[in-house]
């Protein structure tokens, strides 16, 4: 969904395109870098050890749309940011003869861990303000560091940070608490806090260990995951887009997914598209609103298998006495 400003913005298409990619110098191989996904994956590029990726970049404006317009001296930047260490880089491109704008923005492996997120922003002086955003790339590119295979979909993103001390100050005032749920990007963030529980992150890491250690593995999991598909399943339907029948429509990404897996344990018995009008109705509207949240509780420990994990959790816990009274 586009992003609504008061004053003009660009209507045409405004696109960014990574067209070489180059490690310490060298070139990246062909099957690291993908236009379809929009995403380049690094690890185990032939190189083990390296420093700085370049990212070879090109951006298409609507350029007689950007000439007659209000705008004055527009810029085109790319920004490649990261949430898991907060780095972020921006470039500005350059406006070439054939129209298109080109560039290149450096990633330094020394400031990144994870997948860091190649966007596109237009800005230019409008009404003597300078800096104001006029367009934007729809689709980011990403770019991941534990990848082998340059595929865009995750299905949720884990983020180790240390809520009290670490860079992320919107995490600060959460520092109790050993996760939080972030669902406002394009991928789910669960940020584990390495600060509130010491050795959880350990144990969650961990493959073997003892009977204990396990349960505890297998349950605080569960939990996460819980957590996880309650607050994507209410971001996913909070802010639904409405035809000229005022009917709700799917989402798209991940929210389309999470909305066709959740929504028939919420509202058992109905089309999906029934199903959608009547979640959009109660949310809206407010009535039944509060009483389905037990559904929306129950569907979201069906996704996390918590009830089987309980179970487990039970069995194990009480085989010890159940082998001594025999």
């Known amino acids: 969904m586009k992003a609504a400003f008061p004053y003009p913005t660009l209507f045409g298409n405004v696109s960014l395109d990574v067209t070489a990619v ?3 110098g060298a070139e990246l191989p062909y099957s690291h870098v993908s236009k379809v996904e929009q995403t380049v994956a690094l690890h185990q590029a032939g190189r083990e050890k390296w420093d700085v990726t370049t990212l070879h ?37 350059a406006p070439d003869r054939d129209g298109t704008w080109r560039g290149r923005i450096d990633l330094a492996q020394a400031r990144h861990l994870n997948r860091a997120t190649l966007a596109l922003t237009v800005i230019a002086t409008l009404d003597d303000m300078p800096g104001r955003v006029i367009g934007a790339a729809e689709r980011h ?5 534990k990848a082998t295979t340059p595929v865009r979909q995750r299905d949720i993103e884990i983020v180790e940070v240390d809520f009290r001390e670490g860079p992320h100050e919107e995490l600060r ?16 963030t669960v940020y584990l806090n390495t600060g509130a529980v010491e050795g959880l992150v350990d144990v969650l890491h961990s493959t073997g260990g003892s009977p204990e250690e396990k349960i505890l593995r297998e349950m605080t999991a569960s939990q996460i995951a819980q957590d996880a598909w309650t ?21 798209s990404g991940w929210r389309e997914a999470v909305v066709r897996m959740m929504l028939p344990d919420v509202l058992p018995g109905r089309q999906l598209t029934d199903a959608l009008y009547d979640i959009n109705e109660r949310r809206t509207k407010g009535f ?10 129950y569907a979201a420990g069906r ?20 082998s001594g009274e025999r």
């Open 57 to 93: 970049l090109t951006a298409k404006l609507p350029e007689q749309e950007l000439s007659a317009g209000p705008w004055i001296d527009p810029v085109c930047l790319a920004v490649l940011t990261e949430k898991a260490t907060n780095a972020r880089s921006t470039t500005r491109l």
């Open 173 to 188: 005032p959460f520092k109790e608490s050993p996760w939080v749920v972030d669902t406002t990007g394009e991928i789910p």
């Open 288 to 297: 039944g609103w509060s009483e389905l949240q037990t559904s929306v509780q």
């Open 231 to 251: 607050a994507m399943f209410h971001t996913a339907i909070s802010d639904l887009d409405l035809d000229d029948d005022s009917a709700p429509q799917m989402p």
């Open 303 to 322: 996704r996390s298998q918590l009830t089987k994990k309980l179970t487990n959790a039970v069995r194990s816990i009480y085989r010890p006495d159940r």
């Open 22 to 24: 180059t490690v310490d």
């Open 141 to 145: 590119w990403f770019v991941d560091l």
